[in-house]
Every structure is written in C-alpha cells, then in structure tokens.
Nanobody
Framework: EVQLVESGGGWVQPGGSLRLSCKTSGFIFKSYSMTWVRQVPGKGLEWVSTISTSTYTTYSASVKGRFTISRDNAKNTLYLQLNNLRTEDTAMYYC???????RGQGTQVTVSS
C-alpha cells in the first residue's frame, strides 16, 4: 500500500520559515520524481516544486529563491524548506509522485501576523 504522510506545517508570521516532510512507503522512492503541490480552499492545485531522481530541481516562479526541495532516499522522505514566507503561501501542502495523481493527506501552512 502506497503511503505519503506530510508533516511540519503550522502557523508562522510573514518572513518566517517552516520545513515540511513527506514520509513515504509502499513504492521504491528513489525511482520516482517527487513533487510538492499546494491548494487554497476553493481553488485548484498549484504546482510548487519538483525534484527528479537525479536531484534536479524546479520551482514555480512564486516560490523560486524562497523554497528548497530535497530528498533523502535512505529515509524515503521528501522535504520542502520554506523561507521568507508570505501570506499568499497559506495553503494545504501535499506531496506526490510527479506522474501519479495520488497524494498524501496534506499539511496546513498558515502565514499571518
């Protein structure tokens, strides 16, 4: 059974930082490109960042330079470091295998003063 369990979200003031984690199981993690997406209630999914199996990374324009995606294949875990957070980063954040629709239950990030 494939499992993707996100954690690390929370409330933070603008300019603050968070580190999200996505613990995976049920598939060969190192063989998959992995992606973070986010969603605000009432809006569609927004792509945030992707890391390939060779650790090539890409970012949306809205987060580039502030967020950093990484992976630890030994721990089957995906990470997203969120720095210099803005109110518009408030969303539910999900991890997924890039080419697969299925995602985890998400972790909420709220940025407000």
């Amino acid at each position: 059974e494939v499992q993707l369990v996100e954690s690390g979200g929370g409330w933070v003031q603008p300019g603050g930082s968070l580190r999200l984690s996505c613990k995976t199981s049920g598939f060969i993690f190192k063989s998959y490109s992995m992606t973070w997406v986010r969603q605000v209630p009432g809006k569609g999914l927004e792509w945030v960042s992707t890391i390939s199996t060779s650790t090539y990374t890409t970012y949306s324009a809205s987060v580039k330079g502030r967020f950093t995606i990484s992976r630890d294949n030994a721990k089957n875990t995906l990470y997203l470091q969120l720095n210099n957070l803005r109110t518009e980063d408030t969303a539910m954040y999900y991890c997924k295998r890039t080419a697969v629709t299925e995602r985890g239950q998400g972790t909420q990030v709220t940025v407000s003063s």
